[in-house]
């Protein structure tokens, strides 16, 4: 029986995404510089590697436009205010969208690693609404 690892390999994205979401969620509430929030995150014992780094930097970018991606979601979800929707469905879908209208990566590979944040970090709810979200940006921004 040949040998096989059960525990499926994390692309250093996807750990970046889920560091910026980390970091994003942390602001939420402290208020501080992404640069010492890392700093935190290293304290608690996340390791300082190149997925931190690449979280810090697109959680940096993401709050450099904070205002512009939270009216561009404001403008296509159906029946809420952007400060209703959940803290981490709402910085889910400032990542995807700073993706997609940065042309980061191919938009289904933007909405496929949103999914997975949801899946993993938010409740049962959040997949589909975060999936029809980020499908309406990407068509509206012509990416799809």
Do not use: C
Not at 134 to 141: H, T
């Amino acid at each position: 029986m040949p040998w096989s690892n059960s525990t499926p390999v994390i692309r250093r994205e996807s750990r970046a995404r889920a560091r910026a979401l980390q970091l994003l969620y942390m602001r939420e509430f402290q208020h501080e510089p992404i640069r010492e929030l890392t700093d935190r995150l290293v304290m608690m014992g996340v390791p300082r590697d190149e997925a931190l780094t690449a979280g810090s930097s697109l959680a940096a970018a993401v709050i450099d436009r904070l205002d512009e991606l939270d009216r561009e979601v404001g403008e296509v979800i159906e029946h809420w205010r952007p400060e209703r929707v959940g803290l981490i469905e709402r910085n889910i879908l400032r990542i995807g969208l700073h993706e997609l209208l940065t042309e980061h990566a191919p938009p289904r590979v933007v909405i496929d690693e949103a999914l997975r944040l949801a899946h993993r970090f938010a409740g049962v709810k959040a997949p589909p609404f975060v999936n029809g979200v980020l499908d309406r940006l990407a068509r509206r921004a012509g990416r799809l």
